[in-house]
């Protein structure tokens, strides 16, 4: 009786584990935002910040990047790192606006190694005369292993976060190194 009921405790457990296992986690802004980037230049201008390609994560999907979720990273990253003096929410009296597009995110489907690779296009446009003044293709990769942790869709989920880090890290950077 007693081997019975552990072994349908056990069964139980082993269905918990297995429905936490196959929901998808959606990448969130903490995560995929840079925890410091040095950089030199400083713009004295205001700035807003766009974005678009980004996908909400479904019940039966995998892990994905909403574009709402992009967006508040990258505004971390720009006020955080003072890449521009002062970030606007909304598109209404910023010097420039900032258009990130994110075009492609490669999740391998399994796997004890997760190599994601993100393709996202950054522009930013001067608001005065809508001028491109800045324009980058950016390819980012993000890694996760069993050694971060053995359950598959935190693993994933953890790749693509590390993935939208590199792309940000790397926006920021070629950013602060335009001359506007």
């Not at 606007?88 to 994110?102: A, F, K, M, P």
Request: aromatic share 6%.
């Amino acid at each position: 009786m007693m081997a019975r009921a552990m072994q349908r405790s056990l069964w139980v457990v082993a269905a918990l584990l297995l429905v936490g296992c196959v929901t998808p986690i959606p990448a969130n802004r903490q995560a995929m935002t840079p925890p410091s980037i040095s950089i030199g230049t400083h713009h004295p201008y205001s700035v807003s910040v766009k974005t678009s390609g980004g996908s909400e994560t479904d019940g039966l999907g995998s892990s994905n990047i909403s574009n709402a979720e992009l967006q508040a990273a990258i505004e971390s990253a720009i006020t955080d790192s003072r890449v521009f003096q002062r970030l606007i929410r909304g598109s209404d009296g910023s010097d420039y606006e900032l258009t990130v597009t994110l075009y492609e995110l490669n999740k391998p489907l399994f796997g004890g190694t997760f190599t994601v690779g993100m393709e996202t296009a950054w522009t930013l446009t001067r608001t005065s005369d809508r001028r491109v003044v800045f324009r980058k293709g950016i390819s980012s990769t993000g890694v996760a292993t069993t050694s971060d942790t053995w359950i598959g869709v935190h693993r994933l989920r953890m790749a693509v976060e590390a993935a939208a880090r590199d792309a940000i890290s790397q926006g920021i950077q070629a950013l602060a190194a335009t001359k506007l």
